[in-house]
C-alpha cells in the first residue's frame, strides 16, 4: 500500500513539473465597456468554420452578444486582395481586435494556443508593428488544429473598414516575416520564442542604425545572430536578409515602435526567467536530476 502511494505521489510530482504554465488573464470588468472613441471590437471569423465552430469563437473570444462587437468573415479573395495570396486557401483562424488608446502598443494573445500549433504572440506581435498596426489589443482563436496563418489576414480585414486601411506593401511583407518566422522555428529548428527575439532585436538595430545598403542590412542580421548563438544555414541567412531588406525598401520607421519591441524581448526573456529564477543552465540540470531521482527510485521499487 505505501508503494502504491508512493507512485500516486511520484506521478503527481512529474505533472507538476511538465505542466504548461498558464499565460495570465487580459480580461478584467473594462473589457466589456466599448470605447467610443474607437468603436467596437471587431470579430473576424474564419469562412471555413462550421456554424457550430464560429458559436465556439464567439465563446472563446468572448463575442456572443452582437450589440457588442462587428462581425466580419474572412475568405480566400480576402488573402488575394491583401497580399496577393491563394484563392484556393481555406480560412480556419479567427481574431478580435479591441482597438485601444495611444501608448497601449499592439498586444497579442492567442486564447487557443494548443490549436495554433506555428504561431506565438509574439510572431504575431511583430508581423503586426510591420503591417503598420499600433495600439490595439489582438485576440486568436481556432476550434481546430490550424498554423495560424490565417488570422493575420483576418486582423488585415479588420484594419481595413470603416474608411481605414493598411499599407499594401506592409502587410505583405509582414505577411513573409511571418513565413519566415515559422520557417526558422519548424525547418531550421530555432525555438519560437528565439526566433521573435531575434526578428524584434533587428528591427531595433534598423531603427537605430537605419542601414544605407543591403550590405548594413546583411551585416545587423550577422551581429544578431552572434549575439543570440543562432546558427543558420546560408540560404536562411540569406532568406532573413531578404526580408529586412525589403523592411528597409519600404522605409519602415521602426523608431516609432521600439518600446514595443523592446516589451516582446523582454516578454520573452520573463517567460524563462518566471521559471528559471534567470538561471536557465542550472534549472535544467536540476530537471534532468529530478527525473533521474525518479527513474532510479522506480528501478528500486521493483528489484
Same mark, same amino acid.
Given at each position: 500500500?505505501?508503494?502504491?502511494?508512493?507512485?500516486?505521489?511520484?506521478?503527481?510530482?512529474?505533472?507538476? %513539473?511538465?505542466?504548461?504554465?498558464?499565460?495570465?488573464?487580459?480580461?478584467?470588468?473594462? /473589457?466589456?465597456?466599448?470605447? #467610443?472613441? =474607437? $468603436?467596437?471590437?471587431?470579430? @473576424?471569423?474564419?469562412?471555413?468554420?462550421?456554424?457550430?465552430?464560429?458559436?465556439?469563437?464567439?465563446?472563446?473570444?468572448?463575442? !456572443?452578444? &452582437?450589440?457588442?462587437?462587428?462581425?466580419?468573415?474572412?475568405?480566400?479573395? /480576402?488573402?488575394?486582395?491583401?497580399?496577393?495570396?491563394?484563392?484556393?486557401?481555406?480560412?480556419?483562424?479567427?481574431?478580435?481586435? !479591441?482597438?485601444?488608446?495611444?501608448?497601449?502598443?499592439? @498586444?497579442?494573445?492567442? %486564447?487557443?494556443?494548443?490549436?495554433?500549433?506555428?504561431?506565438?504572440?509574439?510572431? =504575431? &506581435?511583430?508581423?503586426?508593428?510591420?503591417?503598420?498596426?499600433?495600439?490595439?489589443?489582438?485576440?486568436?482563436?481556432?476550434?481546430?488544429?490550424?498554423?495560424?496563418?490565417?488570422?493575420?489576414?483576418?486582423?488585415?480585414?479588420?484594419?481595413?473598414?470603416?474608411?481605414?486601411?493598411?499599407?499594401?506593401?506592409?502587410?505583405?511583407?509582414?505577411?513573409? #516575416?511571418?513565413?519566415?518566422?515559422?520557417?526558422?522555428?519548424?525547418?531550421?529548428?530555432? *525555438?519560437?520564442?528565439?526566433?521573435?527575439?531575434?526578428?524584434?532585436?533587428?528591427?531595433?538595430?534598423?531603427?537605430?542604425?537605419?542601414? &544605407? !545598403?543591403?550590405? /548594413?542590412?546583411?551585416?545587423?542580421?550577422? +551581429?544578431?545572430?552572434?549575439?543570440?548563438?543562432?546558427?543558420?544555414?546560408?540560404? *536562411?541567412?540569406?532568406?532573413?536578409?531578404?526580408?529586412?531588406?525589403?523592411?528597409?525598401?519600404?522605409?519602415? *520607421?521602426?523608431?516609432?515602435?521600439?518600446?514595443?519591441?523592446?516589451?516582446? @524581448?523582454?516578454?520573452?526573456? $520573463?517567460?524563462?526567467?518566471?521559471?528559471?529564477? $534567470?538561471?536557465?543552465? $542550472?534549472?535544467?540540470? +536540476?530537471?534532468?536530476?529530478?527525473?533521474?531521482?525518479?527513474?532510479?527510485?522506480?528501478?528500486?521499487?521493483?528489484?
Amino acid at each position: 500500500m505505501k508503494k502504491i502511494t508512493w507512485m500516486l505521489m511520484v506521478v503527481m510530482l512529474i505533472g507538476l %513539473v511538465i505542466a504548461p504554465i498558464a499565460s495570465a488573464s487580459n480580461g478584467n470588468d473594462d /473589457d466589456n465597456v466599448i470605447d #467610443e472613441r =474607437y $468603436g467596437k471590437p471587431k470579430l @473576424v471569423l474564419g469562412e471555413q468554420l462550421s456554424d457550430a465552430d464560429k458559436d465556439k469563437v464567439r465563446q472563446l473570444l468572448d463575442a !456572443t452578444d &452582437a450589440e457588442q462587437v462587428d462581425e466580419y468573415i474572412v475568405n480566400a479573395q /480576402d488573402l488575394v486582395n491583401f497580399i496577393g495570396g491563394d484563392p484556393s486557401s481555406n480560412m480556419y483562424s479567427s481574431a478580435k481586435i !479591441t482597438r485601444k488608446g495611444e501608448g497601449n502598443g499592439v @498586444v497579442v494573445n492567442v %486564447v487557443t494556443p494548443e490549436n495554433i500549433t506555428q504561431v506565438t504572440n509574439e510572431m =504575431y &506581435a511583430n508581423a503586426l508593428l510591420t503591417a503598420g498596426v499600433e495600439n490595439a489589443l489582438v485576440e486568436v482563436a481556432s476550434p481546430l488544429k490550424v498554423t495560424g496563418h490565417s488570422a493575420l489576414t483576418g486582423i488585415y480585414k479588420a484594419f481595413n473598414v470603416d474608411g481605414e486601411s493598411l499599407d499594401q506593401d506592409r502587410m505583405e511583407v509582414a505577411n513573409e #516575416e511571418l513565413d519566415v518566422a515559422t520557417d526558422l522555428a519548424e525547418d531550421a529548428g530555432i *525555438d519560437k520564442e528565439k526566433v521573435s527575439e531575434l526578428l524584434s532585436e533587428i528591427k531595433r538595430e534598423i531603427s537605430e542604425q537605419n542601414p &544605407a !545598403t543591403k550590405e /548594413d542590412v546583411e551585416r545587423i542580421v550577422r +551581429e544578431q545572430l552572434d549575439k543570440l548563438n543562432i546558427e543558420l544555414s546560408p540560404e *536562411d541567412r540569406e532568406m532573413l536578409t531578404n526580408l529586412f531588406e525589403k523592411m528597409r525598401d519600404l522605409n519602415i *520607421d521602426f523608431g516609432k515602435v521600439t518600446e514595443q519591441l523592446e516589451s516582446i @524581448v523582454g516578454s520573452l526573456k $520573463g517567460k524563462l526567467d518566471e521559471v528559471t529564477g $534567470g538561471d536557465t543552465e $542550472g534549472f535544467w540540470q +536540476e530537471v534532468k536530476n529530478f527525473f533521474k531521482r525518479i527513474i532510479n527510485s522506480i528501478r528500486e521499487m521493483f528489484n
